[in-house]
């Protein structure tokens, strides 16, 4: 393997993890972890979804998901809903008290982006969208 390429690879994935750790960091005080505020996210901007589908987008395993949304459903957070009499679909939807936690999380997590990216100038910023996009697009 090309010593570049993998040196770039490495940095990159350093940067996720830093990226997710601080994330954790900055939300302990709602009480979510990382992956229950994935899927929280995941539920307020696409919408009540099933844990097949929160598995599926948000790449968890089934186990991981139901033991989460468990948890979640235990505390208040989320609630299973039934598309229609009979049917054994199940929809995981957002309690009130969900989308509060969610909103006090969200609210943290852009006060870290603010002031990490306050950091760049705008140069910087402008070359770090470009080099996103670019490996967006390698998708």
Same mark, same amino acid.
């Given at each position: 393997?090309?010593? /570049?390429? !993998?040196? =770039?690879?490495?940095?990159?994935?350093?940067?996720?993890?830093? =990226?997710?750790?601080?994330? /954790?960091?900055?939300? !302990?005080? $709602?009480?979510? %972890?990382? @992956? /229950?505020?994935? &899927?929280?996210?995941? &539920?307020?901007?696409?919408?009540? %979804?099933?844990?097949? $589908?929160?598995?599926? #987008?948000?790449?968890?395993?089934?186990?991981? =998901?139901?033991?989460?949304? #468990?948890? @979640? #459903? %235990?505390?208040?957070?989320?609630?299973?809903?039934?598309? /229609? #009499?009979?049917?054994?679909? =199940?929809?995981?939807?957002?309690?009130?008290?969900?989308?509060?936690?969610?909103?006090?999380?969200?609210?943290?997590? *852009?006060?870290?982006?603010?002031?990490?990216?306050?950091?760049? %100038?705008?140069?910087?910023?402008?070359? @770090?969208?470009?080099?996103? !996009?670019? !490996? *967006?697009?390698?998708?």
């Amino acid at each position: 393997m090309n010593r /570049e390429y !993998l040196e =770039v690879w490495n940095s990159l994935m350093t940067l996720i993890n830093g =990226v997710r750790k601080e994330i /954790e960091s900055a939300i !302990l005080p $709602t009480d979510i %972890s990382y @992956l /229950e505020f994935q &899927i929280l996210q995941y &539920i307020k901007f696409i919408g009540p %979804s099933t844990l097949a $589908t929160l598995s599926k #987008e948000l790449t968890i395993t089934r186990a991981g =998901v139901t033991f989460t949304v #468990e948890g @979640l #459903e %235990s505390r208040g957070v989320v609630k299973r809903k039934k598309v /229609e #009499e009979g049917r054994r679909v =199940v929809f995981i939807a957002l309690t009130p008290l969900g989308g509060r936690k969610l909103n006090v999380a969200l609210k943290l997590q *852009n006060d870290l982006i603010i002031r990490k990216m306050a950091q760049m %100038s705008g140069a910087q910023l402008k070359s @770090l969208n470009t080099l996103m !996009l670019t !490996l *967006n697009a390698l998708r």
